[in-house]
């Protein structure tokens, strides 16, 4: 995130960005203590040369409106991160990195879906809570051995299926007998490549469904 934002210098390669502005929420928001949280946000406008207007713009979305006279020293931590994240949008209407404390989380992960949509902006979120991701990505990536896997291709993505026509031990002999690969977690069967499964099922005339496995998954099977 620190090499991607500019925080730190790269050694060596180059990180091509398809933004002009990259706002960055990394660990706790550099904030005046004395100066209150309108004052600290103006600051900022002025800083990035952006209009009083984005006050406004996105005070109701990250509910500061109701301390925006508060002085930076009294903000609790999850005020913090509000006010954070209102200060890396402040600096980019494109492209944000959060870097998301533990704490409280899930209401922030809230107002980040909120204002992605309302907004229209990209948010790059790295966690290794994956619930976290759950809740709020569109699309998801894995970064493994220098090489970035989407865990959305159909190459990757893993189903659970359930059939009502075989039983377990008959519905994974099946599988084996077509050299489908598939994962046996206590009492689901995980696989890949959904539509080669539907066309073998389909063919033998057996009806299942299927749904998406949670990203919890992908560290019970290892991906090849």
């Known amino acids: 995130m620190k090499l991607i934002s500019g925080i730190l210098e790269r050694p060596n390669g180059t990180i091509d960005l398809n933004t002009k502005t990259v706002g960055t929420l990394i660990e706790a928001p550099a904030l005046y203590p004395n100066m209150t949280v309108k004052a600290n946000l103006k600051f900022y406008c002025r800083l990035y040369h952006k209009d009083y207007s984005s006050i406004d713009c996105y005070k109701e979305d990250l ?3 109701t301390y925006l006279k508060r002085k930076a020293s009294k903000l609790s931590l999850g005020m913090k991160q509000r006010v954070g994240l209102f200060i890396a949008l402040i600096a980019s209407d494109e492209f944000i990195l959060p870097s998301l404390d ?3 989380i ?3 992960l809230i107002l ?3 204002i992605a949509k ?3 902006l990209t948010f790059i979120i790295s966690s290794h809570i ?3 991701l759950e809740q709020v990505c569109t699309k998801n990536y894995l970064l493994k051995n220098h090489k970035l896997i989407c865990l959305d291709d159909d190459a990757n993505a893993k189903y659970k299926i359930y059939t009502e026509d075989l039983s377990m031990k008959s519905l994974m002999t099946l599988l084996k007998l077509n050299d489908l690969a598939f994962e046996r977690q206590k009492n689901d069967i995980l696989v890949k490549g959904i539509e080669k499964i539907k066309q073998v099922l389909g063919q033998g005339g057996i009806l299942f469904t299927y749904e998406k496995a949670g990203l919890s998954r992908y560290f019970l099977w290892r991906l090849d």
Do not use: D, K, M
């Open 112 to 114: 980040i879906e909120r």
């Open 63 to 65: 509910e500061v409106a």
């Open 102 to 104: 533990p704490n409280g």
């Open 106 to 108: 899930n209401s922030l």
């Open 118 to 120: 309302n907004h229209g």
């Open 130 to 132: 994956l619930s976290n």
